[in-house]
């Protein structure tokens, strides 16, 4: 059976610090995908540096932030592509560009399509190249950033691992630059909490900082990705991760051994697509803490937002604490009127409910 590995590249990797690409380092990029690719792996590809490659040909200070996004990401996504789609021509690979949304994925049957475009492409052995489609996304619909994007791709492919390229080493237990600093090496199930240890700094190029990524890499490794961080800067750092056994320095993820199903996966990854809320009382929140059960309408106290079936809400208990989301097996007019019911089908099934 093929290994799967899904590879995050971050802006800070593929842009110079003067501005525009840096071709040098793609092309080594790409050659090592292509000598993954010649032993039997299927990579799948989330790239960022569409941005950073269009606002080095054109700038614009008059246009607003949103308008000055979609300029630069429709001009440098395609001076992006062609680079990969050169690159891996020379070593007699094909690539495939697969452009997204947050709101297309937003849905099950959107989600299952977008997966059987990249399960098509795998299988005729095309790399897809995945990032997200900035020219049509607009602030609230957007993803946080292609670390957000990388980990519901890892997951919607049943990929075995995650590797998140940054410009450093990893997750530090202190700041990056005091040499007083190491990398945390691992990160076990159970104790995901780093906050104390990560700085507030974002990317020079990218939208995401390392919180993000500690908060997606949480979640993935949890639904069963190992996930590793890594320094794409670093000559030839995916086959030294994926084909070799030297110890390279990098923060690993150790996945849970109860990985989610796909529909859980889905809904893990779907809060941004939440149409409203279902309030529940203690003893129902306890019931689905505690175990394998379901939100019955007997433990709702509340429906906040307007909704239909099958739309996904978040679930609170009676102190305001989110406790997860699902898909709802009722509209919101439907639940409203059941509130408190004995003997009602469950507004969240256990099957369709991923709980933090």
Known sequence: MKKRIAIKIGSNVLALKEGGLDLTRIKQLVSQVSALHRQGFEIIMISSGAVAAGRALLSDDKLDAVSARQLFSAIGQAKLINHYHEFFAKENILCGQVLTTKESLGT???YLNQRN?????????????????????VTELMFTDNDELSGMVATMMNAEKLIILSNIDGIYDGNPSDPASSVIREVYPGKRDL?????ASKSSFGRGGMQTKTNIASKVADEGVEVIIANGKKDDI???????????VCTRFLPSDAPATS??????????FAKGEVHIDAKAAEAICEGNNSVLMVGV??????????????IYDEKQNQLGVGKTQYSSEDATKLIGKKGKRPIVHYDYMYLF
């Open 263 to 272: 529909v859980k996966k889905w809904i893990a990854h779907s809060e941004g």
């Open 108 to 110: 099950r049957s959107h």
């Open 301 to 314: 106290t509340a429906i906040k937002g307007s909704f239909e079936k099958d739309d996904i809400v978040k």
């Open 238 to 248: 995916l086959l030294k991760l994926l084909t070799s056994k030297e110890d390279i």
């Open 117 to 137: 475009c990249m399960e098509v492409m795998l299988q005729h052995g095309v790399v897809p190249i995945v990032n997200e489609n900035d020219t049509i996304s």
């Open 195 to 199: 906050s104390s240890y990560i700085q």
